[in-house]
């Protein structure tokens, strides 16, 4: 929705899932999801002009990335509302909690480049006029400051 918004904006929008297919090297039945030949992805990845979206798109090249957020249980509605499997919902939980891909980002990035979004209840116009903000170097970036570490179910 988000992706959209910036489209409709005028943006250059590519969808991550629209550029793997070349780089998909089987299926991990367990965790109902792709396995995907990452480096050669990145390493192949031809930059754009405006903006990659997917939860994969910390590992491309760019000049600026967004890591949107949103708080655990709120993603789990989301999920179910897609029909994702109960399995993978909670993975997918768990990782926002541990802020899975925020850590990926910041381990090969200059803070200088990252911006954190937290998205939990916030429209797409208002999250686009966020990201469209440090786009233009009209926000600084900024991340490190959500703790959804209370979200994690202890076994």
Known sequence: M????LARRGYSV???????????DGDDEERD??????????????PVEGFVEGHMAHYLPCDKIVV???????LKKRLAQRKYRPAKIKENAEAEALDVCLIETVEEFD???IFE???TGRDAAWCA???EGFFKGELAADFGHIDWSAFLEVN
Not at 2 to 5: H, T
Not at 14 to 24: L, M
Not at 35 to 41: G, Q, S, T, Y
Not at 68 to 74: A, H
């Open 111 to 113: 803070p200088k480049q």
């Open 2 to 5: 988000i992706g959209e918004e």
């Open 117 to 119: 979004l937290d998205t």
């Open 129 to 131: 006029d966020k990201i």
């Open 68 to 74: 949107l957020r949103c708080r655990p249980d709120e």
């Open 33 to 46: 999801v792709q396995v995907i030949d990452v480096d050669r992805w990145a390493a192949e990845f031809i």
């Open 14 to 24: 590519v969808h991550q899932a629209a550029t793997v297919a070349p780089y998909v």
